[in-house]
T-cell receptor, first 113, second 110 residues
């Protein structure tokens, strides 16, 4: 069973700080990685995707991928109370399962005003 | 606007009943998925379909059934064989940049 592991948290940061969310995956053949944000009672929404080693920036969000270490992270700069949510990491499968995503259990982030 | 529509938003099931959750998409995506989410748990794959008239079991298919007669529709039936159906059910379709999710159906056994 391929797995995606996340720090369960909860993670609490003050407003304006950098929030760092981490994720590891077990399937070395995974090529596509995603971060979803899920507000309480709502469905997940895609915030970042990353496919190549290195960093990818989009506004206040930076995704980082290290395939050698099988590690993905998400940095949120200048954290806002509206960023308070559960963040889900997902990775696609390898080979014939590349169209299926496996999700971590999520990390609950709270940004304190 | 394109998207995925799930209905109903809330559903109550009596013991021994079968219930069907609706999922419709107008995104022209081939692949569709059903996930279940329990408190403190990640999303667990129930069934998925890559093309019309074809679908495969996911990790927790027991007690569930699906059909894919049209590209736009992928309904999920929760049968009486599913002993613990209370959960948040999410339908998704896949595109190049990942999944798009519907708004979910919250199923409760009464």
């Amino acid at each position: 069973q391929k797995e995606v592991e996340q720090n369960s948290g909860p993670l609490s940061v003050p407003e304006g700080a950098i929030a760092s969310l981490n994720c590891t995956y077990s399937d070395r053949g995974s090529q596509s990685f995603f971060w979803y944000r899920q507000y309480s009672g709502k469905s997940p929404e895609l915030i970042m995707s990353i496919y190549s080693n290195g960093d990818k920036e989009d506004g206040r969000f930076t995704a980082q991928l290290n395939k050698a270490s099988q590690y993905v992270s998400l940095l949120i700069r200048d954290s806002q109370p509206s960023d308070s949510a559960t963040y889900l990491c997902a990775a696609n499968g390898s080979g014939g399962s590349n169209y299926k995503l496996t999700f971590g259990k999520g990390t609950l982030l709270t940004v304190n005003p | 606007d394109g998207g995925i529509t799930q209905s109903p938003k809330y559903l109550f099931r009596k013991e021994g009943q079968n219930v069907t959750l609706s999922c419709e998409q107008n995104l022209n995506h081939d692949a569709m998925y059903w996930y279940r989410q329990d408190p403190g748990q990640g999303l667990r794959l129930i069934y998925y379909s890559q093309i019309v008239n074809d679908f495969q079991k996911g990790d927790i298919a027991e007690g569930y059934s699906v059909s894919r007669e049209k590209k736009e529709s992928f309904p999920l039936t929760v049968t009486s064989a599913q002993k613990n159906p209370t959960a948040f059910y999410l339908c998704a379709s896949m595109h190049r940049a990942g999944y798009t999710f519907g708004s979910g159906t919250r199923l409760t056994v009464v």
